[in-house]
């Protein structure tokens, strides 16, 4: 087992910044890549980013392109989602997932095996 857990979360005015954290323990050599995604009330969850584990770029959504960025630091097993720019439309709460495998599809959240609780973050205006 993995497990994750967020923080970071909070209330922060359009324009501004957060910093998310997931700390994944437990059988942590069993991960792959971690994702970011979020869900918004009534919405489905929402891909947002996914790093591998062994390196290479993050991938992100269109959405949060060039505002979001994720970072890994493996030796401490934490990921992290550097927001800026924040939104209104960016309220949501945020999950972090890994995935025990490779997948294509890594922005499909059926492809990933554990999931923190996630954090809220809300966007003023």
């Known amino acids: 087992q993995v497990q994750l857990v967020e923080s970071g979360g909070g209330l922060v005015q359009a324009g501004g910044s957060l910093r998310l954290s997931c700390a994944a323990s437990?059988?942590?050599?069993?991960?792959?890549?971690m994702g970011w995604f979020r869900q918004a009330p009534g919405k489905g969850r929402e891909f947002v980013g996914r790093?591998?584990?062994?390196?290479?770029?993050?991938s992100y959504a269109d959405s949060v392109k060039g505002r979001f960025t994720i970072s890994r630091d493996n030796a401490q097993n934490m990921v992290y989602l550097q927001m800026n720019s924040l939104k209104p439309d960016d309220t949501a709460v945020y999950y972090c997932?890994?995935?025990?495998?490779?997948?294509?599809?890594?922005?499909?959240?059926?492809?990933?095996?554990?999931w923190g609780q996630g954090t809220q973050v809300t966007v003023s205006s």
């Open positions: 997932a890994a995935d025990a495998s490779y997948s294509s599809s890594y922005y499909n959240p059926s492809v990933y095996d554990y």
């Open positions: 437990g059988g942590t050599s069993r991960i792959y890549a």
């Open positions: 790093i591998v584990k062994s390196g290479g770029r993050p």
